[in-house]
């Protein structure tokens, strides 16, 4: 069944955010999608955005109908208020407060913040993102609860009924690669492993059965393992 709202797709490039995109594809009348460069090593995962759009597009009638305009955001005060593995050259490692340093503060707030800005002008009443509890690094930005608060924050300062969606919430990497073959079948499994973007370290040299990346950051060893979970169980 479609709805007849509209939705905003937090998209990344990434395996996950594609991945919400069919999901909303698949359930609202209208749908846009925003993308924000906050200054990320794997800059990479916004270059490979536009393609990839045009791909989804490709692979159904109903999609490219319901797919509307992509609102790219200059979000570079992250990397200058910020200072962490995701927007600076430092070795990837655990911190004294039991976070990776790839832990950027505030950046699902201040995403799920600035997607509802946008919402609000755009006319659209559900905001979709990608976060995840499941098999998240100890992100506390990506928790549920998380999540939920800012859905009730927003809509009391902004005075809205916007719906923050997260269908991945509380399923692994395995079960991601699944929800987007029962979503878009195995066109769009090739689509999400050849032109969707995850690597950290923004690395695209090789390509793997689970797609392009070093192959031993955190990012692309989640990917990695997921992926060949589902292909050993892939419904
Ligand atoms: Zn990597």
């Not at 490709?58 to 790219?72: K, Q, Y």
């Not at 509380?170 to 090739?190: E, N, P």
Request: with cysteine; glycine share 8%.
């Amino acid at each position: 069944m479609i709805f007849p709202n509209g939705a905003l797709v937090l998209f990344s490039g990434g395996q996950d955010s594609t991945t919400c995109l069919a999901w909303a594809l698949a359930r609202y009348a209208r749908v846009e999608t925003i993308g924000f460069d906050y200054g990320q090593r794997h800059a990479v995962e916004l270059a490979v955005r536009p393609a990839l759009l045009q791909k989804m597009r490709a692979l159904s009638t109903d999609w490219n109908a319901r797919l509307g305009e992509d609102h790219m955001i200059d979000l570079s005060l992250l990397s200058q208020i910020s200072d962490t593995a995701l927007t600076r050259d430092v070795e990837i490692a655990m911190q004294d407060n039991g976070l990776p340093n790839t832990f950027v503060p505030g950046r699902n707030l201040l995403f799920m913040m600035v997607a509802a800005t946008l919402a609000y002008r755009r006319g659209l009443d559900v905001l979709v993102g990608g976060m995840c509890e499941t098999d998240f690094s100890g992100y506390p930005d990506c928790r549920d609860d998380t999540m939920k608060a800012l859905q009730v924050a927003l809509n009391l300062g902004m005075a809205t009924r916007l719906k923050v969606e997260t269908p991945l919430m509380w399923i692994d990497k395995a079960a991601t690669w699944r929800l987007a073959s029962q979503l878009g079948g195995q066109a769009l499994v090739d689509l999400i492993r050849s032109d969707t973007h995850t690597c950290y370290l923004g690395e695209r040299g090789a390509l793997h059965d689970w797609g392009y990346g070093c192959g031993t950051c955190p990012a692309c060893e989640l990917r990695a393992r997921g992926y060949r979970e589902f292909v050993a169980k892939p419904a």
